[in-house]
């Protein structure tokens, strides 16, 4: 099994900042790595697919980063409807998810 | 685009079964590993079963191996689930999902007396 940790659990900050989350594989998933973001009674929306490619609609602010063990989710200047939840993926064996970290307005 | 509608979910008691279906349409349903993952109240996503493409390679996580048994039919472009042996901890928002990122809206399943 592929344990993804995630970090912050948290993130207070204020919109127009910039956020950058992190995910840290127990091994290596080469780029078979996605990041989601969920809303409240939704499903969770592919942001990120094959670690740095924007899925279709996401805008330019999103971007990932990484390979192997190490993997970064950036924003590079939060919209009020950014403040989500976000989960790390990997699909290098079965599928895995990280414990969500959490966007918040400070 | 692609669409995935999964149905079947429910109340049911504890020891009771359910079959969850997943109709899938806009892609080559015949190219692509589908899985099952669940979200519990207030939890993050878990995968609970994978099929590959031609459904001879399966595999469960430990929470739900040997009660749950994933299956497609290419034919009728659709992906199942049978749950069988259900307890209160199955109770989650079950998703059909794409392993390359697509997911459906999800089917509720309640399990309680």
């Known amino acids: 099994e592929i344990v993804l940790t995630q970090s912050p659990a948290t993130l207070s900050l204020s919109p127009g900042e910039r956020a950058t989350l992190s995910c840290r594989a127990s091994?290596?998933?080469?780029?078979?790595f996605a990041w989601y973001q969920q809303k409240p009674g939704q499903a969770p929306r592919l942001l990120i697919h094959?670690?740095?490619n924007r899925a279709t609609g996401i805008p330019a602010r999103f971007s990932g980063s990484g390979s192997g063990t190490d993997f970064t989710l950036t924003i590079s200047s939060l919209e009020p409807e950014d403040f989500a939840v976000y989960y790390c993926?990997?699909?290098?064996?079965?599928?895995?998810f990280g414990g969500g970290t959490r966007v918040d307005i400070k | 685009e692609v669409q995935l509608v999964e149905s079947g979910g429910g109340l049911v008691q504890p020891g009771g079964s359910l079959r969850l279906s997943c109709a899938a349409s806009?892609?080559?349903?015949?190219?692509?590993?589908m899985n099952w993952v669940r979200q519990a109240p207030g939890k993050g996503p878990e995968w609970i079963a994978y099929?590959?493409?031609?459904?001879?390679?399966?595999s469960y996580a430990d929470s739900v191996k040997g009660r749950f048994t994933i299956s497609r039919d290419n034919a009728k472009n659709s992906l199942y689930l049978q749950m069988d042996s259900l307890r209160a901890d199955d109770t989650a928002v079950y998703y059909c999902?794409?392993?390359?990122?697509?997911w459906g809206q999800g089917t509720r399943v309640t399990v309680s007396s």
């Open positions: 999902v794409l392993s390359v990122g697509y």
């Open positions: 806009g892609f080559i349903f015949t190219s692509y590993e």
């Open positions: 099929i590959n493409n031609g459904g001879d390679s399966i």
């Open positions: 091994q290596s998933v080469s780029t078979y």
């Open positions: 094959d670690a740095s």
């Open positions: 993926q990997q699909r290098s064996k079965w599928l895995s």
